[in-house]
């Protein structure tokens, strides 16, 4: 979660299957508040694993690649850590990537 204006990134403690992956699974529930101009990022661990050598993507190259232009929608928060991951590791992904970025309207 990336809390604006001030620039504050919090990871929420909730991890674990994608949601939908398989019938009847039980999930871990966390709340909250997102207020305005905040961004969620939900993502697989294809992107926080992406790796270059041995060393991963992880979540400070979500937190760089975010922060760059979370002021700017949550479609280009998606785009530009999708496009991170991809330069990241040379075009090479060796699992399949997936984001969801919602940002709260600033009203």
């Keep these: 979660q990336w809390r604006q204006p001030v620039g504050r990134f919090s990871t929420l403690a909730c991890t674990g299957r994608a949601l939908g992956f398989l019938p009847g699974c ?10 305005p101009g905040d961004v969620l990022i939900l993502y697989t661990d294809g992107v926080s694993e992406a790796r270059k050598g041995k060393e991963f993507f992880n979540i400070a190259g979500i937190r760089r690649a975010a922060g760059k232009v979370v002021g700017e929608g949550a479609a280009k928060v998606a785009e530009a850590v999708e496009t991170s991951v991809r330069e990241y590791t040379g075009g090479r992904l060796r699992d399949d990537i997936a984001l969801l970025v919602a940002r709260r309207r600033v009203e």
């Design 26 to 35: 039980d999930y871990i529930t966390e709340q909250t508040v997102l207020e």
